[in-house]
């Protein structure tokens, strides 16, 4: 392994002289005074490092360290030379023009640090074992600045660009948007470089280099549009401006210009920064880590490289003058007489005073001093848990060399110190709390004492402590809850902590909150609300979700987490997840209208660590959410959130107090962790003594919990496990065959809670259910059951005899139900009402035992028992069954009905009767089992294929796979096959005959839809009578549930109606099924019976994956635009229409909310319905151009074999990157559909409103099959 | 006969002769049709059933197609040597394209876009087949393959095509097939040697995700 970025080796090859300073060119700093083995890992660290600062700085390091390598032969007539791991010199060649002795005699420019990154690119990329996705992320980076000479002329002209240049409008050219994507790719490959190249271990501590950030650099090089636009509003502008006109000319000034220079530029940098940050303390009321924020933001990087100090320590300083902030320095007399606001100034005068003749010599004194110095407290011993294990801290040796070179700056340590300490206070008060408690400045007593804890606690370190405590990220972590720990433990901090939490209620009553303490659902609003309060405002977004990520990190480690793509991808997800910027945290973790930039994350690799992430995240948020809940409700919160372990004292979790929930869901995600990983725990164990202040006790009866708990979680089915996943409000992992992992909110369900999950047919709904369905089948079952049998008869049959049979297993029914069920012809009885009975015989039944295998488990085992040999027995057996059972009742209601049909077929339908009697006879039964399944089941149900010679085929029909395939598809195939709900009544009346006049043109049928709305249902049999079904049965108001006393209607083939009373409220459990198909739009064909409209608060595209939307209500005016786009030429083309509309089944168009591009046809819905976003509402060709791309992807669902053909044919697709003008990633669905649309409106409009496409010129064959295929087709 | 007469029998005395047969007719016709219905089921379950059944396990009953032959292209699998006479039973020959220490072969489809492919090693050992067998007049379906392989071990999306198309991989069978999800029609075969499912995912990270990628496009 030739490049391993988070491995440190202990070769020496590379070693520079001690004797060489490095000289930060960009400041009059010596930054080393001693260079020892300068190693990879200490060039990452000055690399890291710098780029933590910024880009710029970077540069400038790398400047300062050109002479330094290159006395060391290190560069050897190259640019750079790389020690890599096994000790073999890697030389960096570089392409350019650039001549070797001008380096050394100039500046190194922006040109050249890409230069030589875009060589150890190329580097990195032909070593042999370098990771394919590294290596496919480097591929060309080379030839880009090879083949690109503009960006190389592009970045040598930012090298020589000065206000003059940008004054001139340099970059006003209208090349520049092409220059700057080019440049855009190079800052993702050169974050894939760095990124790689800093490697695990040292994390940048705060304001990490974003791709954004760099952007933004970049812009702010070329515009300076930071500092230009400040100035123009400050007061002080006119005395800044000269300042910032120094500035600018030192852009071109090398390190040797003269001592008084360099002494003005010093004065006027603090003069400016000082202006500066006061304005932004008088103006602005952040919180310190959101001030450096703002102040990076403010300056532009081209400043503040020219500052003496980092902005981070000057702003200490400086909040330090304004009394607001002091907690970071060593209680020391002559530290405090330094920092102090009069110390500064005369420190600062001293150092100017000195300037040019003592400068290194004050450097030393004054700004750098060694760290040994700073730290004057005798050395106690640190806590044994920070200091034994693994703890993945670098080894020994790179301490030494950290040491040696006085690594750890005064400047690290105070800006490690506030690091420690913000993050410490954030988790202790919230950003809330920090706000109201007054912790910066507001309350002198509070602040006094925080800094007395901060102090104490540092003071109790070596030099050596000191090193390690801020040397990783997990030390760095140690130290925070080292911190907190100090800061809980101090009576005043904690009192003032619970008055935070007493106030802090996040609109949870304290009397809700306690008398619900353990309600999820009170934990879902709070957790709702957190996520709008993390919306609402930038910072707190920015806070929590940083801070949650830092604790995904630190505490719980991607290592662990996401072993996988660390392991694969060489901790490239540690790289990438510390590089998300804001926004991108914003569209990966709350989704919405960013969605967007989630879907343009470049690899499916990333997205996928992502997935896991928000997996991960959900369960923090829920986390919080509970912890919130709980301080809210207690006034003791302030005793100690990490000193409750001991109230512990049960290993049943159950008996758990609330008040530990918190402790006890950190500390089980510690164990749980641990136990996942099969590790030996210890450094775990650890982390949770010092992050809950838990002792070993405490951990132990965790660990005990889980494994109470582990076994009945596995126990459970992974329909359960879905449901309760998605009680807990967790997200689902991506799509898997096996069972879910364990979680750890699991812990905490009672038992009644696990019951009615695991056989509530709605999770919604789950905890209001009290008694299970021996027919609540779930969807997985319903579509796994419909997979394995063969056929839609024997499904039938196998139901039928499945229900004889589980006859002698209800004995409870007919008690339950205090008769027999109620006779044909006459109405349900209506809901018994009894409280917790459901009216359903068989439901009702409390006395059900232990929950036995599913209804169709057991059919499914039976059906392949049986299977085809067997299968002719069986229907034998089964109508018998049914003969013997003929009821008079049955009977005179088939006569009936026999008598109003085709003459000819009501006595054919009477040999049907077995069957229908049956279906009577247990109409109930039936339909709580149709209630609770998937639609491909009640399509099995009634289409007895060829049964009276007279099928039309329907029994294979258009196949089924996922719910949305089912929903529609085979019931509209299934001609004169319907089903519909009548009207809403309680104890609803019915004989179902009055309906029979319609019998022969189908269902003539007016009826009043669940909720009294109008939703009268005129139809043939030769339309879609599931839209018919859903249209009647469902409404917005009454979501998935099927209101009792509907009557349903269902029938066979058009000609004989089965009458079924809804006595109960059935849970429709799938949401795919009930949320289609409210009303038809207006309009004629083919519009009509082509496209419905979605409904509002649809979970699209289903209520389990984690990027789903909630769609919206649609307007009068999107629906018309969207029609319009419809009937602008669509509509007229048969072929188009046929291919969309072809099937039968309407397509569902939701309207969904954001600004998020055009639309979405995700896979689960499988064709049968469509999202579309704000954007595909602009009107015109913008709509049009939408939608019909949209529906190509319809089409490509549609009608197997034609996307296939269309790419063989034309050779576009994903193998040629070729998808036409198609830019949001190239696969072949996406070349299809954009040859879709573009044969229809390629001439109509130009794209961005000025590039045509001449689709016929570019793409000839493709535009030759879609003419043919696509609108042109018999 | 007797049958009947107890039919008859039962009618009371006073009952028209019309309505006797009638409900006679009625019986008759009646247990007729309850044979036409029996028979007309069992036909139905013993007839195979059509091609656009559900992707997955709405298969026809298993035929007795082997293994071997559903993870065989043209009668090669993994690992065979071929020969540069073999090479024709491969089809035509349209390319050959040398890729560091292996070599492959680009025989003819049925389209000209998407040429089969054949991979082989230094030895000549066949290490990966790739087939693509869409829209052929000869259509597969990916039932054929669950019903004698059982239950893939990974339903992959493919990221290459779209989510009209799943990838089901059978790892010790070292077979991969995409197919549309809606009536499960074979669009490509890959063929590769038994591997882990760490490694299939890693070796396909590019095409092949546990996850969709859609979302708004």
């Known amino acids: 392994m030739g490049f391993t970025p988070g491995s440190s080796s202990g070769d020496s090859a590379g070693q520079l002289s001690d004797a060489v300073q490095l000289v930060d060119p960009t400041g009059p700093q010596t930054l080393f005074t001693k260079i020892g083995d300068v190693k990879k890992l200490d060039l990452r660290f000055v690399l890291g490092k710098a780029f933590t600062v910024n880009t710029q700085r970077a540069i400038a390091w790398l400047e300062a360290l050109y002479p330094l390598l290159s006395e060391q032969g290190l560069l050897d007539g190259q640019y750079f030379t790389i020690p890599f791991a096994d000790g073999e010199r890697k030389v960096v060649t570089v392409r350019g023009d650039r001549k070797q002795g001008e380096l050394q005699s100039e500046r190194l420019y922006l040109s050249d640090a890409v230069a030589i990154l875009a060589a150890l690119a190329k580097r990195l990329h032909d070593l042999p074992d370098v990771d394919a996705s590294l290596k496919s992320s480097l591929s060309g980076f080379g030839d880009t600045l090879a083949d690109s000479p503009n960006v190389l002329e592009w970045i040598q002209g930012y090298d020589k660009l000065d206000k003059t240049a940008f004054e001139n409008g340099f970059f006003a050219e209208n090349a520049l948007a092409a220059k700057y994507h080019e440049i855009q790719k190079l800052i993702e490959l050169l974050l894939e470089v760095f990124g790689a190249y800093l490697g695990a271990n040292e994390r940048p501590p705060a304001g990490y280099i974003t791709q954004e950030k760099l952007t933004q650099y970049l812009r702010d090089a070329i515009f300076a549009d930071a500092i230009f636009e400040y100035l123009q509003k400050s007061d002080k502008f006119r005395t800044l401006l000269s300042v910032t006109d120094a500035l600018q ?321 060489r901790k490239d997800a540690v790289w990438f997840v510390e590089h998300l910027d804001d926004k991108m945290l914003l569209a990966i973790f709350f989704a919405g209208e960013s969605l967007a930039a989630f879907q343009r994350l470049p690899s499916g690799e990333q997205r996928a660590i992502i997935e896991k992430l928000k997996n991960i995240l959900s369960g923090f948020i829920v986390s919080r959410a509970r912890e919130m809940a709980l301080r809210a409700q207690t006034a003791d919160v302030g005793k100690g959130l990490l000193n409750e372990g001991n109230g512990v004292g049960d290993e049943d979790a159950n008996a758990i107090g609330a008040g530990n929930i918190t402790h006890f869901t950190t500390g089980h995600a510690f164990s749980s ?294 929903v529609g598809g085979p019931m509209g195939a299934m001609l004169g096959s319907s089903a519909f709900q009548t009207a809403t009544t309680t104890g609803a009346t019915t004989t179902g005959l009055s309906q029979q ?88 064909p083919p519009l009509e019976g082509c496209f419905a409209q979605g409904i509002a608060g649809f979970s699209f595209p289903d209520n389990v994956r984690p990027d789903r939307v909630i769609s919206t209500a649609w307007t009068e005016g999107d629906w018309n635009t969207f029609t319009g786009a419809w009937n602008a030429e669509a509509s007229t083309n048969a072929c188009f229409v046929k291919r969309v509309c072809g099937t039968g089944t309407p397509v569902t168009i939701f309207r969904l909310p954001g600004s998020a591009y055009g639309g979405w046809a995700p896979s689960g819905l499988n064709g049968t319905a469509l999202g579309l976003y704000d954007l595909a509402f602009l009107g015109g060709g913008s709509s049009e151009y939408t939608v019909i791309h949209e529906l190509g992807h319809i089409i490509d669902y549609r009608n197997p074999g034609l996307r296939a053909d269309f790419i063989a044919k034309t050779g576009l697709g994903a193998s040629s990157g070729n998808c036409l003008n198609y830019e949001f990633g190239c696969a072949d669905a996406e070349a299809f559909a954009q040859a879709v649309v573009l044969g229809l409106i390629w001439d109509k409009y130009k794209f961005g409103g000025t590039t045509s496409y001449n689709f016929p010129q570019i793409a000839p064959k493709a535009y030759e099959w879609v003419v043919q295929n696509i609108y042109s087709c018999q | 006969m007797g049958r009947t007469e107890h039919l008859f029998m039962s009618i009371k005395p006073n009952e028209s002769a019309w309505n006797r047969l009638e409900k006679l007719n009625v019986k008759i016709i009646f247990f007729i049709l309850v044979f036409l219905t029996v028979v007309s089921i069992v036909l139905r379950l013993l007839t195979p059933q059509g091609r656009d059944q559900a992707s997955l396990g709405a298969s026809p009953t298993p035929s007795s197609s082997n293994i071997s032959n559903l993870t065989k292209f043209r009668g090669h699998s993994v690992g065979d040597i071929i020969s540069g006479t073999s090479l024709t ?129």
């Open chain 1, 673 to 966: 962790v641990r136990e996942d990983l099969g590790a030996d725990g210890k450094g775990m164990d650890r982390a949770i003594q010092l992050h809950m202040g838990a002792d070993s006790g405490f951990i132990q009866r965790l660990n005990d919990a889980a494994r109470l708990f582990k076994p009945a979680w596995d126990a459970l089915d992974i329909e359960d496990q879905k449901r309760i996943y998605a009680f807990l409000n967790l997200a689902l992992p991506p799509a898997s065959l096996g069972k879910l992992p364990f979680t750890i909110e699991f812990m905490f369900l009672t038992a009644a809670q696990i019951n009615a999950l695991r056989r509530a047919q709605d999770m919604s709904n789950a905890a209001s259910l009290r008694e299970e369905s021996e027919y609540a089948t779930t969807y997985y079952e319903a579509t796994e059951f419909a997979q394995l049998v063969p056929s839609a008869v024997s499904e039938s049959i196998g139901m039928m005899q499945a229900l004889d049979e589980d006859e002698g297993v209800a004995p409870e029914e007919a008690g339950a139900s205090g008769g027999e069920a109620p006779g044909a012809g006459t109405a349900g009885p209506g809901p018994a009402g009894g409280v917790g009975d459901s009216p359903i015989p068989g439901v009702r039944g409390v006395k059900h035992g232990p929950r036995k295998e599913s209804l169709f488990n057991r059919l499914r085992e039976k059906l392949k028992k049986t299977k085809s040999k067997k299968a002719s027995k069986v229907v034998s057996n089964t109508l018998a069954k049914s003969f013997k059972k003929f009821a008079a009742e049955a009977a005179k209601q088939l006569t009936q009905w026999i008598g109003n049909i085709v003459p000819g077929l009501g006595t054919a339908l009477a040999a049907a009767g077995g069957i229908l009697q049956f279906l009577w006879k247990h109409r109930e039964k039936v339909l709580g089992a149709l209630a609770g399944m998937a639609i491909a089941f009640i399509r099995s149900l009634f289409s007895l294929p060829g049964l009276l010679g007279f099928g039309v085929g329907f029994g294979a029909g258009a196949a089924f796979g996922p719910i949305g395939a089912a």
């Open chain 1, 997 to 1084: 006049g319609a019998a022969t043109t189908g269902l003539g049928q007016s009826a009043t839809s669940a909720t009294g709305s109008a939703a009268a249902a005129t139809t043939t049999a030769e339309t879609s009578v599931l839209a018919n079904l859903a249209a009647n049965i469902l409404s917005p108001a009454a979501i998935g549930v099927i209101a009792p006393g509907a009557l349903i209607m269902m029938s066979l083939f058009s000609t004989l109606y089965i009458i079924f009373t809804i006595q109960g409220s059935f849970l429709v459990r799938t949401p795919s099924l009930v949320g289609f198909y409210t009303n038809f739009p207006p309009g004629g």
């Open chain 1, 249 to 569: 000319q030192n852009s071109q000034v090398s390190i040797q210009e003269s001592a008084e220079t360099l002494q003005r530029r010093v004065t006027n940098n603090q003069e400016l920064v000082r202006g500066v940050i006061n304005k932004l303390l008088s103006e602005s009321n952040s919180t310190i880590d959101a001030l450096i924020e703002e102040f990076y933001e403010e300056f532009s990087p081209t400043l503040y490289p020219q500052l003496l100090v980092d902005p981070p320590r000057l702003i200490w300083e400086l909040l330090d003058e304004n009394q607001k902030f002091t907690l970071y320095y060593k209680d020391d007399d002559k530290e405090n007489q330094l920092f102090s606001s009069q110390a500064f100034e005369n420190a600062l005068k001293q150092f100017t005073q000195h300037f040019g003749e003592n400068f290194e010599k004050d450097l030393e004194e004054n700004l750098l001093r060694p760290a040994q110095t700073v730290v004057a407290a005798p050395a106690v011993t640190i806590d044994d848990s920070a200091d034994s294990g693994d703890t993945g801290l670098p080894n020994e040796e790179v301490f030494d060399i950290y040491r040696k070179n006085n690594v750890l700056s005064r400047e690290q340590l105070q800006y490690e110190a506030a690091w420690i300490s913000s993050d410490a206070l954030l988790q202790l008060f919230g950003i809330h709390g920090l706000n109201e408690a007054g912790v910066y400045g507001i309350d002198p007593q509070l602040y006094g004492d925080i800094r007395s804890e901060v102090y104490a606690l540092l003071s109790t370190y070596s030099v050596d402590q000191i090193n390690k405590l801020f040397a990783s990220d997990s030390n760095r972590m140690r130290a925070v809850a080292l911190l907190i720990k100090r800061l809980q433990s101090n009576p005043a901090i904690s009192l003032r902590i619970d008055q935070v939490y007493t106030h802090f209620k996040l609109g949870i009553s304290i009397s809700d909150a306690t008398a619900k303490r353990s309600s999820t659902a009170v934990q879902a609003q709070i957790a709702k609300l957190l996520q709008d309060e993390a919306l609402a405002t930038s910072p707190a977004l920015n806070i929590n979700l940083q801070n949650t990520v830092d604790s995904l990190i630190f505490n719980y480690g991607l290592n662990e987490l996401l072993p996988e793509e660390q392991r694969v991808n």
């Open chain 2, 89 to 217: 039973s491969f089809g035509t020959l349209l390319d050959t394209k040398n890729i560091g220490q292996e070599k492959k072969y680009l025989f003819s489809s049925d389209y000209i876009s998407k040429p089969n492919a054949v991979i082989v090693d230094s030895t000549n050992r066949i290490i990966a087949i790739e087939e693509n067998v869409l829209g052929t007049s000869n259509k597969e379906y990916v039932s054929e393959f669950t019903s004698t392989l059982g239950s893939p071990d990974l339903e992959l999306y493919n990221l290459a095509i779209g989510e009209s198309v799943k990838t089901y991989v059978y790892l010790n069978h070292g077979i991969a097939i995409t197919a549309h999800t809606t009536d499960g029609s074979v669009e490509q075969k890959l063929f590769f040697p038994p591997t882990s499912r760490e490694a299939f995912l890693t070796d396909h990270v590019d095409t092949l995700s546990l996850t969709p990628t859609d979302g708004p496009e």
